[in-house]
């Protein structure tokens, strides 16, 4: 079982930065693939990014490639997401999710252990 926990988010202006955390209980942290998934009001769940449990393969949706930045630490048992120049379309609850190696890393559906989520609001 593992529990994860988001915190970071808040309300920026567009063009700003934030970093999102999301800390996971347990002692096999390093070999879940991290996952950062978000929703907006009235839409599904979109894919953010990935990162591999080494912490050497990262994925990112089109969407953010460039702007946003996933890692991990695995003696600290958390997940990063360092997210710049941010626009008001980036405004969703974000979740982060854990998974094992199967499965692709954009489903959301395959990922097993999902956190709270955090708001992001961008103002523009």
């Not at 999102?20 to 978000?38: E, H, K, N, P, Q």
């Not at 120049?85 to 395959?110: F, M, N, R």
Request: with cysteine.
């Amino acid at each position: 079982q593992v529990q994860l926990v988001e915190s970071g988010g808040g309300l920026v202006e567009a063009g700003g930065s934030l970093r999102l955390s999301c800390a996971a209980s347990g002692r096999t942290f390093s070999m879940y693939v991290m996952g950062w998934f978000r929703q907006a009001p009235g839409k599904e769940r979109e894919f953010v990014a990935a990162i591999r449990g080494s912490g050497s393969t990262t994925y990112y949706a089109d969407s953010v490639k460039g702007r946003f930045t996933i890692s991990r630490d695995n003696a600290k048992n958390t997940v990063y997401l360092q997210m710049n120049s941010l626009k008001p379309e980036d405004t969703a609850v974000y979740y982060c999710a854990a998974k094992g190696l199967l499965g692709s890393y954009y489903v959301g559906s395959v990922y097993d252990y999902w956190g709270q989520g955090t708001q992001v609001t961008v103002s523009s």
